[in-house]
Structures are given as structure tokens and as C-alpha cells.
């Protein structure tokens, strides 16, 4: 009983980034609207920056901002400080991904000129015909 | 098509949430990804860099190709986007 | 890290997730999407990742809602599903 | 579509007036984020994405012909590649005075201040160069897609 509420305690936020993602996976291939696939794709990918942020964390930490004449002193202890290497890689697909959001908008309007609607099965529609 | 997907998302989720089984707890410091390079960084990076930010520190200096070609993809995209879009006004 | 907080912003943020992804209309998702967006900035702020935070605080619930706001405008606001 | 834009936007006093009051301080802390990026959250990406939001701002409560007054697209796109230059040149040229590719120690041969005085300015050069690329990117995603490619009327 106790193990099992030490696991629960442990684990929980890992749990609830994958009911994130899969709330993202369920919208990019179930829905029909390719607004809502891209909002899916934006939950999915939310979710996995949010799975690398939390794998730096440490109880107690600080930011990974230090002082300056500490730092120089060379008394940083590598314990009390969070870990920044996964805030560098998600700082840089944060800006990757908004320029790719970019993209596929411009792609929609572009479909939205050249057939009239959003709606995949529509689209599916007039391409057969 | 959506009792598809949604068995394909809950055979997803359920692989992913067996994969949790294996991770170290939350907030833990000695998990594994906070013991191999990061130390180095924390300890060291003002010292060889002057930049209190450490964040700052390892995105301008130790990881410079990264952030120069993520520049270079958003530069990318802003002319992806122009070439997909752009046209004249006397063209509808 | 508070552990009621994180668990609360955790709640919130499933609650956004699935509003945006079951309402019809494709502006008030977009609305819905700023706001996980912005619960998701006060949940790296409170592990700890401030220039994270700051980022998305930006650029997630900045930007990127201004431009799917623009493109839908530009477009429709109809959704079937 | 011209009379409805002209009646829906950009017409009140308040916005237009608290607009005009807000884009100067909105610019001047973006420029401090980049700057002060050594110290504080903050950096190229930041600030240029709030620099941009000024603009963009601009043209949501003016229209696109005002903020293209500020910044013409030729601007634009020249801030586009000076921001791109400024970073793969400073890789090069710390690349052709002695060191590796964005090595910033090897500048030191160039102007002399400490080679890890150097480290400092040189990340400090590179943000400068992310945060004008960042800016006019955003700017110029905003202009095609508000109005679909004409980049000539906005919402």
C-alpha cells in the first residue's frame, strides 16, 4: 500500500502528459477540420516540451540564474539549481514550432483558395471529381 | 475512421503509460538526466562565459549550431510562406 | 515546485485541451488554445524554466493566437466536427 | 469588404490614441530583454518576437498601410538577412581569425579584451543578430497572412 501511493506521488504528472498527447494524436487523426489538426499538433507538441522541461526539475531547485561572484568563486552547487539543458532544447522548438504553425496557416489559406473549405472530406470530394 | 483513431490513440497512451514504469521519480536529483553533463554547465559556465544566465550561456556559446540553424529554419519559413502566398491584387 | 499548484494548472490545462479540441467554432478555439497556452507558461514558471516560461508566454499565447486568428478570419469560421 | 473594414476597425479614438502611447514603451522593452538577456530570463528570441508584436499591434488597431509606414517590406527584408549575417559572420569571422566556427575566443586577436570577455560579447552579438531575424519574421508572417499574400490590406 505504501509503495503503491509513493509510485502514484512519483508519477503523476508523467501520467497526465500522456493523456495530453493523446488528446493531441486523437485530434490530428480523427478530426476532420485541418484547423483542429493543427491545434492537435500544437497540444502534442506542448505536451513533449512539457515531458523535457520536467525531466530537469529537482526538489528545491533554484532557477539557472546564478550570482555572478558565486559563480566566479566557483561555490555553485550543481544540486540546488535546475537542470537548463532541457530549457535550451524546447526554448529553441518553441520558436520552431510557432514558424511551422506559420507554414501550414499559410498552406490552409492556399487550400481555402483553391477549393473553398476546410473540411477533409470535402476536399476529398472535389479532388475525385 | 474515428473508432479507428481512437483505438489507435488508446493503444498509444497504454504503451506510453507502461513506458512510465521506468522513469525515475519526479524531482528526483539524481535521475539520469541531471547527472551526466548538466553539472558541468552549472558548475562551470560562469566562469568560462562571464553570463549569469546560464540558460543564455549555453545557447549562445556551447550549443551555437543549434540556435544558428534554428535561425536559419525561421528564415526558411518566412520565405516558405511568402512563395506559397503571395500574389497580386488584380489576380481574384 | 508547489505540489497542489502544479496539480491544479495540471487540471486546468487537460480541461483547455479538451474544450479546444471538441468546440465548433474554430475562433473561440483558437481563444481557448491562448489560454492552455498561458496556463502552460504559469506551469514552466513553477518548475522553474523561467526563460521557457517567458518564451511561450510570447510567443505561444502572444503570437501564435494572433496568427491562427488572422488565418481563420481570413478563411471560415465553420467546423463540422 | 472595404466599407465593413473601415467601420469594424480602427475608427476609435482610444484604441488609436492608447496604440500611439504603447508601441514606444512596448519597443523600449524589447530592446531591454535582448540587452539584458545576460542577466535576466530573456534573450534574441524574446525580444525579437516583442518587437515584433509592436508592429503587428500597430497594424491590428491602425491598418496595414500605417505600420508599413514604419517598417517597409524593403526594411524588412533587409532586416531579415542583416539579422542572418550578423550571426553566420560572426561564426566566420571567429572562424577566419585562428579559432573553430562560433568559437568567440579567437575574436580576441581582433579587437583585444579578454578571451572570455570575448565569450560574453560575442553571445551577446549572436542575439542581436536571432532577435532582428525573429522580429521581421514574425512582422512578415503576420502581413501575408492577415491578408492572404496582397500585403496591402489587412484585417
Avoid at chain 2, 558541468?40 to 544558428?68: F, K, S
Avoid at chain 3, 480541461?15 to 491562448?34: E, M, P, R, Y
Avoid at chain 3, 481563420?72 to 465553420?78: E, M, N
Avoid at chain 4, 583585444?112 to 560574453?120: K, R
Wanted: net charge negative.
Amino acid at each position: 500500500m505504501e509503495s503503491i501511493v509513493g509510485e502514484i506521488v512519483a508519477k503523476y504528472n508523467y501520467w497526465i502528459y500522456v493523456v495530453l498527447m493523446m488528446i493531441g494524436f486523437y485530434a490530428m487523426i480523427g478530426k476532420r477540420n485541418l484547423v483542429k489538426k493543427l491545434l492537435g499538433m500544437n497540444i502534442f507538441q506542448t505536451s513533449i516540451i512539457l515531458f523535457f522541461v520536467s525531466t530537469g526539475v529537482k526538489k528545491g531547485g533554484g532557477i539557472p540564474i546564478v550570482d555572478k561572484y558565486q559563480g566566479l568563486a566557483g561555490t555553485v552547487e550543481a544540486a540546488s539549481t535546475v537542470n537548463p539543458l532541457p530549457h535550451v532544447l524546447m526554448l529553441t522548438a518553441i520558436v520552431v514550432g510557432v514558424s511551422v504553425t506559420g507554414v501550414a496557416l499559410a498552406v490552409l489559406q492556399r487550400i481555402y483558395r483553391e477549393y473553398g473549405t476546410l473540411e477533409e472530406d470535402e476536399i476529398l470530394e472535389k479532388i475525385q471529381r | 475512421m474515428k473508432h479507428l483513431a481512437l483505438i489507435a490513440t488508446l493503444a498509444t497512451g497504454a504503451l506510453l503509460l507502461y513506458g512510465t514504469k521506468d522513469f525515475p521519480a519526479w524531482g528526483d536529483p539524481q535521475a539520469p538526466a541531471s547527472t551526466y553533463l548538466s553539472p558541468h554547465y552549472i558548475e562551470d559556465a560562469v566562469e568560462e562565459t562571464h553570463v549569469p544566465n546560464i540558460v543564455t550561456a549555453v545557447l549562445g556559446d556551447y550549443r551555437g549550431y543549434d540556435t544558428m540553424f534554428e535561425t536559419v529554419v525561421i528564415y526558411c519559413a518566412g520565405m516558405a510562406v511568402v512563395s506559397v502566398l503571395s500574389r497580386k491584387r488584380e489576380e481574384e | 515546485m508547489i505540489w497542489q499548484l502544479d496539480l491544479m494548472i495540471l487540471t486546468l490545462v487537460v480541461v483547455c485541451a479538451l474544450v479546444t479540441i471538441n468546440i465548433k467554432d474554430l475562433l473561440g478555439a483558437s481563444v481557448v488554445f491562448g489560454i492552455y497556452s498561458f496556463l502552460m507558461c504559469l506551469l514552466w514558471a513553477e518548475m522553474g524554466a523561467v526563460d521557457v516560461a517567458f518564451t511561450e508566454a510570447t510567443v505561444g499565447a502572444g503570437v501564435s493566437t494572433i496568427f491562427f486568428i488572422s488565418a481563420i478570419l481570413r478563411t471560415t469560421r465553420r467546423s463540422k466536427d | 469588404m472595404r466599407d465593413i473594414y473601415e467601420h469594424s476597425a480602427g475608427e476609435d479614438l482610444i484604441i488609436k490614441t492608447s496604440v500611439r502611447l504603447l508601441v514606444p514603451f512596448i519597443q523600449l522593452f524589447g530592446l531591454y530583454v535582448i540587452v539584458h538577456g545576460h542577466y535576466s530570463p530573456g534573450g534574441g528570441f524574446q525580444g525579437g518576437v516583442i518587437l515584433g508584436a509592436a508592429f503587428i499591434l500597430l497594424a491590428l488597431a491602425y491598418d496595414m498601410k500605417t505600420s508599413q509606414e514604419y517598417m517597409t517590406i524593403r526594411v524588412n527584408a533587409l532586416f531579415t538577412n542583416l539579422g542572418a549575417a550578423i550571426f553566420i559572420g560572426v561564426g566566420a569571422v571567429s572562424a577566419i581569425f585562428g579559432g573553430l566556427f562560433l568559437d568567440y575566443a579567437a575574436l580576441n586577436k581582433l579587437i583585444p579584451l579578454g578571451p572570455i570577455e570575448w565569450h560574453s560579447f560575442g553571445i551577446f552579438l549572436v542575439e542581436v543578430g536571432v532577435g532582428f531575424t525573429v522580429m521581421s519574421i514574425m512582422v512578415l508572417l503576420y502581413w501575408n497572412l492577415s491578408s492572404s499574400g496582397t500585403l496591402d490590406e489587412g484585417l
